[in-house]
């Protein structure tokens, strides 16, 4: 993520109920090659990568970079939530000045269904309003992509306009910090 400013990455691993927030480390190689290389995962993202791919392209500590987060469930990676800039060439802004705070996540399949998503963006998002105060998220998933949808108005993200991308109708959303139940 582009200006961290006065900020230190990683911070402190962030603690939720049942997850941890970390920095990743070398044990997630694996988990990082199932996860890109997933159809399930890819489904919305333009399909997965090839595993012989992955495993020659991905770096010993994959995803090491501000803005990513591991999600770790009892000691093991589960998915990842990150925060990048929103290109100003896409589609969908709030700001004039685009570029705006973008929250993305991904889940391995077998952590789908379990409140995951919701809680390490719940707490992914408190520690984004800290660091940068006043700041806007957004969020963009495709329309189809309906659970995706569903979390991030969990989170409290308002759709904001639905635009064509990436050969799909997508939905675009604004974070306000206090989430629809």
């Keep these: 993520m582009a200006e961290l400013g006065h900020l230190v990455w990683p911070p402190a691993p962030l603690r939720t109920e049942r ?34 791919e992955l495993e020659s392209a991905l770096p010993e500590v994959p995803g090491r970079r501000p803005g990513v987060f591991v999600v770790d469930h009892e000691g093991a990676m589960i998915g990842t939530v990150m925060f990048d800039r929103r290109d100003a060439e896409r ?34 998002l408190g520690w984004f309003a800290e660091a940068f105060p006043g700041e806007p998220v ?8 309906d659970r995706s949808v569903r979390v991030a108005e969990k989170l409290g993200f308002s759709e904001m306009e639905r635009f064509e991308e990436f050969g799909a109708e997508q939905w675009f959303g604004l974070w306000s910090l206090v989430p629809s139940s």
């Design 19 to 52: 997850l941890v927030l970390r920095e990743s480390e070398t044990r997630d190689r694996a988990a990082c090659v199932d996860l890109f290389a997933s159809s399930e995962v890819w489904t919305y993202l333009g399909g997965p990568r090839p595993r012989a």
């Design 138 to 145: 957004v969020l963009c998933t495709q329309v189809a992509n």
């Design 91 to 124: 589609p969908g802004h709030v700001r004039p000045d685009a570029e705006e705070a973008e929250l993305s996540y991904m889940f391995l399949p077998e952590a789908w269904g379990r409140g995951y998503a919701l809680e390490a963006c719940s707490a992914a």
